[in-house]
Each structure stands twice: as structure tokens, then as C-alpha cells.
């Protein structure tokens, strides 16, 4: 696809002349000020700031190809100050990605391709979905990664295979979060040479000049991480060019361009200010910058004949080197058959259905008591077996989280830095881990998972959020997921956290109660390419639940089952999850014993289990008995299921340092302590 | 308070001679892996590896009074690497704080003053909670800030007032975190020469070595954010003590002092390894240990009476430091008293009750539309001048949030670096914000709030919890609070937020609907010193509620009243929060038009609301009519008050990037749509 063409030319529009760079940089800025002022919101001074840096990247260095956005080995673009919209619509709109002028009119409009943040999956050409600040950052370095292993397994010095680079614009916010600094850090370490971060150091922020907060050696800092770092003036566009081939000429390490800039450039009132972070520039401050740019006062959205002709020519260009990429995969699929179809499969990701992935990994079971994060990392071994795609790591807690593949290297084990391995060390940085596994995620070859403790999800919320909205797969791993930690004590056990990750839209969420469970959560999640899954396991040992000969495994899937059903008509369900279902089975014998007849549902997802049809979730939970949910963590979420008068056995406050069973014991939450509190309830009702 | 004196001499007790520092320095490391023997769980290779650092920190450098560990000059010790317990506790017994050996016996377990990680509260002498990596080293520069702000008002160079430090030890995982790495950027920012914090640079993680991840340069990167950096060997005492005299010596700029060690220092299998750090020595290697050590195999929790005695000279020390500047505010109470009656009050904080200071921030107040957050930024002006210990900011959003003090500079302000505002320039480091916020409060002199978009909340989630589990009386303030926010979109919309913060345990949230709602939510949050508040306010405008001209402002303070009864016998209650009352106000006027009378109920705080007595809760919630409930976020948490049966009109999945009321409307939230859902709901059932 090329750009629209346009019948005008700049002069036909009555546009001052110019060089035609100039012209295209001036006509990315007032069309990134016609859209802000059009949505009467948004943010107009980065686009005029970085837009000399944005054409430089665009059209002299970034091999894309706009009528193929999905090109395997297209180079990155991640657009880190995510409240700079426009700049990157703007360009994709003039690069002739599928995105119409009419499209940048609706900016920030209810259903148009250009919300008010960049929002992967809703735009041709958005990479990931960015606003937060210091996620971008992240998920590129997790898209550098990304890149680098698949070189490593599949390329040869004749036949690279893949060698795109991340290219993205940051900004002072991105650099001042924490979030950030873990990525650049391991970035470092990982000498990741595929990434060239722009940073747009326009010495403002939100609240005034950022020496007001800011005044750190930002350079003196990334060459501390590992980074090269180059300076330019971000508005020389020579200067930056000459940068930006710096930086892609060292190839060992990850490159930060300083790019002094001066923000809301050309607005006489407002460059240079705060003021034109945030806001619409207005029709006056309009006119007076159209003067400055010697652009037409009555005209709005205007791109001039000569601007899309340059930006085709780029096109084109990129277009060429798709295809010239094409042919060397073509000839990787005749010289090396084997690698090709290897190869494939890492993008295609050609899974068997969830239930039969889980007969796969049941294959044999015997049921055994134990952790359920032992489970997992039993279940590990075999789905990495299956699924040659699958990578991830843990946040320096690979042996609590039994996050380990067995018979792969770390990446960066042995000799120099190799990344022919599946196993990732992320270090003591959860927010930047979760952030990168959404990078690799976007990448688009490997199937990512992370791990830490349940309770650290707290470190890493806005990446599983990010994730969801994004529509990734990543599989988030949490172990030690509740006061069965033991004597950590309460800044290491989880209470809120369960429903906090149920209650994150289009997170699916599995609490296995034992190793059966936990297969079908891994099934579950690597069969899921467009949501991310969280599984949490217990750090103590769990029997395995009893349950028929003839018990289906499908049923493992739906949510929520009867794992032992009452002795005749129910007297009450008890709903538990995880470690819970162990107790409620305990308590039904109790309860059994005073005459109580107790059906027991096992629930590992709640999110599942919504998803089934009437038929499924009345037969598991007819009307009729009292509801009861016994679960370690806060109630809150599940008095939609035992309804106001309902009994949740849960916690609401803090937990305690003591060992596992006393701290179960503490609370309440024992086999005979549920049967007593079951019977009084019902005695009570 | 002297230690208790123990009546066997280290020879007695069969251990081998050595010297006095060293025999002090081998008890701590000998109580520590008894320690975690006794409860075969924790971590004895860090406070092996740090004994040295700490003993000269805490017998050369420390001023403290074991006796009164409240005393507000005290220097403050923040154990950052907090899973390091059983040193923080080995040195507070042997300091004389009120901390008995059969408490360190009682490591661990249920009940103990040892909890696995230091707990603020738990134990005499633990300033902050840790564990969770990152947070001591972000509390210490709140701590640090708050002796400079305090200096400042009431200081002078005769009589300083307050010159305590700030020392920490931290370590590789807490200098991972983004959290420490935003703290130590403001730090550098605002030259706190009061920190200095020894770094335990032990080269080892969990996983194994730290340059599997860990191979930035720290100590270039600490010299970018502006600290000195010192580096010495760790292990030797006299390097430590001029390392710190040294780190003392500039008061321009916080130090961090690389102390090279090693981890599990004497046990001869596991020192200088990975395996020491997260289990029990074990019988076999705590013997092994011993012989290396010179200490006799057969006793355990051995405390020579040299050791006592050492330490107990130390504390007389800090009980004439403590008496001389009681000496000086003695002076200062004579030579200045109303200068000491403010510096009297900054520390008691003597608040009037709730009611009270409700009825004077809503003196002669006019109900007026607008967004809450603009009525929040009124209230906090009258706050502000009723309580002048108030001091807080934002994260880079200080004009969105309304969260400037009028009035009062911000710290930086003005030639030099000054102190002596209220308002801080947090930049945009939300997580180092909230943790910064809770050392104010753990400092003591201080009220501290902070500021930024609720969506913005994940980015924070770890110091909102520590606040809690701290009893700190942390403000914090989240504007921007729901789809209102509008066109920056869905990364910028919160939903799982609400009940994520009211799923926090010890949290208080209040949602106020209007100006008068919001006055009340600071009342409360001002006068809640002994747990953290969190205020949810609005980007949009909101109508003041119509009252009652009889209404009694204290039942604001009830968390839920009626604001608009129905006329005549209710056949729905529509609960509502923040910007939802205004709607659900709407919906009633729609109904009784479809002859359907409705009761409004207003719900700013759920939790205040479930403090409330019976007859409270059911005057305003009776049993009868249907219940609705009407809040732009996510449903869950509120089954509790609807029933399975009930209806929640809310959102399940993330917003849009649209103008406000299209946003509102997009998602059936407006008068007229909840007008035909309830009807239709009613209908129904």
C-alpha cells in the first residue's frame, strides 16, 4: 500500500517554501497540533519537539514495510512517551499505514484508530500500548530480546535470519521511573547492541522545568548500566543521523541517543514551556505558530503532495527489503528444511487444542503429594518439551518458583553472552520482568512466561494490566501465593492479591489445588495466545485431591467442578481453591460426622468458570444448599457466588510470621475449624 | 535500660579468645544462625556477612538510646535488606532495647516480637517494615527528608534542633529495584547529606552469582544521581569506620558506602554461596561453622558478658546524646517558646476530633459544582493552615492533582537547595512517592500525603500495603478516577482500582460525590494517624448533592447515608459512589417517573460505612427493597451488599479513550440508561 496521494502540493496549499525535510518535519508537527486541537485534549509540545528526531528515524534508518506491519523482521518502533499519540499516528498515517487522514480527525473519539494513548491492536503500525510511563522502555528491551534469541537459534553469519533493531522514543518521565531503570540495567548486562533508544531530553516536565526533580547525569547513568551513549541536538537533523549511525555501529551494547529538544517547538507562547505538554494549543496559540511554520491559517489536517511522495519513496525502500527477505527465507526453507519448519513453528505457534495439550501432559500422571509450584515445575519440563517457543525466567527466584527448564542454558551462560538458551535470569526487578515478557510477547516468537512470589505482583501490576489490554499471552507465575508462606510473615503473604488479579479485566487466573489442577493451568495458559494467564501455587505440599475412575480431565477446564459430591442431597457447597479444597474435604468429613452433608467444588478459576454455560454451572452449583467458600486470602469478590448471607472463610486482614500450619490454624482455616464454623453458620440460617 | 547481664565470660563459657570488637562482631553472627536454626527457616548468610558493618555502625556511629527508642533525635537504622532479620534483632537485644533472647529464641514464630521481616510496631527499635526489596532504602530518604524539612523550620545554627542521620544497609536486590533507583534519584536531587547507607555488596543472589543479572556499575551510577560514593572491604572495621566518617563528612550529598563482603562469612560449605542466604545452616554445617568460629558446639544463643558490656557503654553513650539535646529543646522551649510550641506540635500532632475539624474546613461553605479533585484542592488549603505539619506533593501532576499548598514553596525553591516549604516535587516516581511518604510518616514529625492519577495506583501498590501493615498515617491521593478521565484512554482509566484499594487490609478509602463529601474525606484522613487514607477524586465536574437543610454533617463521616429518600416506601436502594450519586440521583427522578420509588444512598467509604453500628447500617440499608449498586469500576466487592441476585451496575473490562460523557454513555452509565436497567432489572425479579 502507498500513501493517498494528494492532488496539492505545498505550494498549491499555500505553504511557505522550504527543503522538503523541513516541509515533512513541519507537516508531522501541525498535523500532530490539528489533531490535539481537534480533540480540544491531548499532548501537541512532545510531536513539535521530537519531530525532527521522528522523520530522521522513520525515513533514513526504520526498515519497514507499511503494507506489511506484521513483517516478521520489520525493525521496532516503540513510541516509550506514549502521550505523543499524534507524533506516531502522524507518521504512520504518512507512511501509508492503513490509517486515514479521517482517522487522525477522530483522534481521541469514541471507537477511532487513534486513542488517546497508543493501544496495540487497534492501530496498524502500533508495536505496544503505551502512557504509562517507563513501559515502552521495557517492552522494547524485552522486543531487543526477543530478537536476539531467535538470531541465535535460527540465523547463521550467511543467513541472519533476523536482524531488525528496536528503535524508540523516550522521554524524561520514561527515565525517571523505576521501571525503566530495571530494563535498562539488565539491557546492559545482556549487551543487547539491537536496541537505539532516542531519548527526547526536552528539559520539561508536567510541572515546570525538570531540574525541578531531575537533576541527575542521565548519560554518566546508562554508561554506568552498560549503555553507549551518544549526544545530539535533537533538532539537528544531520546531527541525528550521524547519532543514530553511532549507535547502530555498536552492536554490543544498547545505545542512548540524548536528544536535546526543545518541546512545543514553533509555538511562540508555548515552546520551550510546560504549557504545551498537556493541552490543545487553541485557536489562537494556532495561528500564531502557523505564522511561525508559515502554514495556511484557514486549512487544518494538510499534507502536502511532496510529503507523501517522500514518505512513499521510504515505502518503497521498505517494501524492497521485505522482499529481499523473503528470499533468504525462502532460501532458508530449501537449504535447510528442517531449521525453516522450526522456525515457523516459533511464529505460527501451531498448538494442539487446551484439552488435548493437558491429555499430553497428564499422559502417565500418578497423582503425588506435593507443592503445587513443584507441580509446576514438573509440568514445566514437559510443555517446554512441546512447545520449543516457550522461554521465561524469574525475577531471582528460580528455585522457589521451580521456574527452571531443565536441559537449557541461562541466557548469557557460558563462554561471552549466549542466548541459545530458554531460561532467563531477569535479577530482582519484577516490574521490568513482567514488562519484558510483554515485549517478547509482542514480538511475536516466543510464548513468555516470569515468575516471583504471589506477593510481588504488587512490584509488577501495571505490565499484567498492560498485558491484558494488549491481548498478550504472557503467563505470569506466582508462587508462595498465601499465608502457607509461613514465617516471611505478612510483607511476603498475599491477601488481597488473589482477587486483585481476578478482578484485572481479561486476566484469566487459575489457584490449582493439586498436580492435575496445575497441568490444566499450564494447558490452559499456553493455549491461550490472547489474554495473559496467572497461575499461583503454594509453596507447602498439597495432598492430591481424590477423585473418580471415570473422571473426566476435561472438566479440569471448566472452572470449577464437584470433586467429592455430598453423600445424598447437599445440606451446603463448599467452594474452595488452591490449598483450601484439601481443607473443605477435611471439613466435609467433619461435617459428615454431624450429620452434614457437604458437596465440595473445587474452583481454580473463576474466570473459567463464568465462561461455561448454564447447564455446567447449576449443575455445580444448584440452588438449594447454603453456599460456603473457604479461600486463604480476602473475601470480597466472592459473595457474588454465596450471595449477602453467604459464609466466606477467607482473611481481611494482614497475615502472621509463624509456620504454615500455625498461621492456617491462626485463621481459622483447618479442616476441624471449617467444620465448626460450617455447622454454626448453618445452624444459624 | 541496660542489657541484661549475663554472668559467664566468653572464656566460661568455652569460646575461643580473641578480641573484644571481634568477639562482639562473632556473637551476632553466632545468635543469627541460632536464630534460624531454632526456626529452621530465614536467612543467616546476610547478617554473617554484615556483622562487621553493622557492629561498627551501631558502637561507633549510631546515636541512639536503647531506652527510649522513640526518642526523636535518635539517628534511624532502615535494615533495607530486611530478609537480614535476625541481625537487626541480635543487635537491638544486645543494644538493650527491650528485646529478650528467648524472643530471638522465638524467631519466627506465632506471637514473637521476631517476626521473619523486621515489622514497624512488632519489635522496640525497628523503624520501618521491610522485606519486600527496595522499600527501606526509598523509607530511609523519606526519614532523611523529613530531618532536613524539620531543620530547616525550627533549626538554627546555635541550636540545631535535629541532627540525627539516616543510615541503612542495603543490598544487590534492593539496588535492582526501580524503587531504590528512583529514591536514590530525588535523593541526589535534594543533596540529603544525612543518608548514608552501607551497601552489602556480597556478589551473591538467590539464584546464585549476581553477574548472572547484576553487572551494571553501581557506584558510577550512585556518583550520576549526585550521592558520594565510597567503597571499602567489608569485613574490615577500621576501613568501615572511615569509610563512614567519610560518608559522614559531606553533608551535601547522601553516600553510599560499597562494602565488599561475604555472604555467610565462617560457615565453610555455604560461605561466599548462595546456599547460605535462604535456610538453615542445619546441624552439620552450624557445627562446622562453630569450629570455624571457636564456639562451643553444645550451646546455642551464647551472649558473653564482654559483649553485654560493650554494647551497654554504647548505650550510655546514647543516653547522654539523648540527654543533652533534651537539654537543648529545654533551651529551646525557655530561649524560643513559641518556636518550641510549634516544634512540640509537629510531633504530637494534637488534631481536633473528625467532627471538629469537619466543621471548620466546612465553615461558611458554599455548595458549588465541580471536579473533586478542584474541591480537594480548596479543602487542602484550609488544611493546610489548621495543620502546618502537613507536607506532601505529587508525582509530576501537581495542577491535575490539585495537590499544591498555596503559599508554601516547594522544597528546592530558591537559591540553594531550601527546605522550609510544604510541597515536594516528587518527578514522576510514584513508587519511591508512596514509599518516600511512609518514612515521613515513620519519622514522626510530619503529615505526609502524595498525589497521582489513580490508574496510577499499580505503579505504588507496595508502599500503600507497607503503610497499612505499618500503621502509617499516610495520605494518598488518587484523582482521575474513573472512565471520566476520558480521552488519554484505557492505560489511563482505572477499574480494578476502587476495590483493589478497599481490598487493601487497613486501608480507608473515601469516594467522595461533592465538595462537602471530599471536606469530610480529609477530615478523616488528617485526624487517621494510625493507618493510611486513600481520597478518589474526580478529573470531571460534579453537581453538589441536594441536603437536607437539616442534614448533619457528621453523617458524612459514616462512610453511607441517604441522601434523597424515595417518596414513600422504597422499592429500590441505588448505592452510588463519587461521580455515580449525581447519576443515580438522575435514575431516581427517571424512575418515579415510571412510578418506581427509589432511595439514593451515598457510599464514599465502604470501610467507614462497616464500622458503623447495626442500627446505622440498616437504617440506611433496611431489608425490603432491591438493591443497586452504581460505580464506574468493577463490580466484584460489592455482591457483599447486593446478593447474588442483586445488580451492580459497573465495568468488567477497560475503558475507551472518548470525551467523558461519551465514555459515561458508551457504558450505560447515565441517568436515563440506569433508569431502564433498573426498571428492567426490577421488572425482572
Known sequence: MTSPASTLSADEMGIRPRDLDQLCVDTIRMLAVDMVNAANSGHPGMPMGTADMAYVLWTRFLRHDPAAPSWRDRDRFVLSAG??????????????????????????????????????????????????????????????????MLAERFGTPELPVTTHRTFAIVSDGDLQEGVAAEAASLAGHLGLGNVVYLYDANSITIDGATDLSFTEDVGARFAAYGWQVLECDGHDRDALAAAIEGALADTGRPSLV????????????RGGKSSSHGAALGAEET??????????????????????????ER????????????????????????????WESHWTTELPSTEDLLAQLVDGWEPAKAASRKHSGAVLQKVAELVPNLVGGSADLAGSNCSTIKGSDFLGDGEGLSFSGSNIHFGVRE???????????????????????????????????????????????????????????????????????????????????????????????????????????????????????????????????????????????????????????????????????????????????????????????PEGPARVVIEAGRPDGWYRFVGRDGLVIGLTDFGVSAPSPAAFEHFGITGPQVTDRVAEFLAAN
Not at 100 to 122: Q, Y
Not at 258 to 269: A, E, H, L
Request: hydrophobic share 45%.
Open 83 to 148: 502521550h505523543g499519540s499524534a507524533l506516531l499516528y502522524a507518521l504512520l498515517h504518512l507512511s501509508g499505514y492503513d490509517l486515514s487522514l479521517d482517522e487522525l480527525r477522530a483522534f481521541r473519539k469514541l471507537g477511532s484508530r487513534t486513542p488517546g494513548h497508543p493501544e496495540r491492536g487497534i492501530t496498524p503500525g502500533v508495536e505496544v500500548t503505551t502512557g504509562p510511563l517507563g513501559q515502552g522502555f521495557a517492552n522494547g528491551i524485552g522486543i531487543a530480546l526477543g530478537q536476539r
Open 258 to 269: 540524548v536528544c536535546r529538544t526543545i518541546i512545543g517547538k514553533g509555538s511562540p507562547n
Open 287 to 312: 495561528a500564531l505558530t502557523k505564522d511561525v511554520y508559515g502554514w495556511p491559517h484557514e486549512s487544518t489536517f494538510l499534507v502536502p503532495s511532496e510529503v507523501y511522495a517522500r514518505f512513499d
Open 315 to 342: 515505502a518503497v525502500e521498505g517494501a524492497a527489503a521485505h522482499a529481499a527477505w523473503d528470499t533468504d527465507i525462502a532460501r532458508l526453507a530449501t537449504e535447510r528444511p528442517e531449521v525453516h519448519a522450526a
Open 431 to 621: 516490574h521490568a520482568m513482567g514488562s519484558i515478557v510483554n515485549g517478547l510477547a509482542a514480538h511475536g516468537a516466543f510464548i513468555p512466561f516470569c515468575a516471583t512470589f504471589l506477593a510481588f505482583f504488587d512490584y509488577m501490576r501495571p505490565p499484567v494490566r498492560l498485558a491484558s489490554l494488549s491481548h498478550h499471552g504472557s503467563i505470569f507465575v506466582y508462587t508462595h501465593d498465601s499465608i502457607g508462606c509461613g514465617e516471611d510473615g505478612p510483607t511476603h503473604q498475599p491477601i488481597e492479591h488473589l482477587w486483585g488479579l481476578r478482578m484485572t479485566p481479561g486476566v484469566t487466573m487459575h489457584r490449582p489445588a493439586d498436580g492435575l489442577e496445575t497441568a490444566a493451568a499450564w494447558a490452559d495458559a499456553i493455549t491461550r495466545r490472547d489474554g495473559p494467564t496467572a497461575l499461583i501455587l503454594t509453596r507447602q505440599g498439597l495432598p492430591a485431591l481424590p477423585r473418580a475412575a471415570d473422571f473426566d480431565n476435561a472438566d479440569l477446564l471448566r472452572g470449577g467442578y464437584v470433586v467429592v459430591d455430598a453423600a445424598g442431597d447437599a445440606d451446603v457447597i463448599l467452594i474452595a481453591t488452591g490449598s483450601e479444597v484439601s481443607v473443605a474435604l477435611d471439613a466435609r468429613d467433619g461435617l459428615a460426622a454431624l450429620g452434614i452433608a457437604a458437596r465440595v467444588v473445587s474452583m481454580p478459576s473463576v474466570e473459567l468458570f463464568d465462561r461455561q454455560d448454564d447447564a455446567w454451572t447449576t449443575s455445580v452449583l
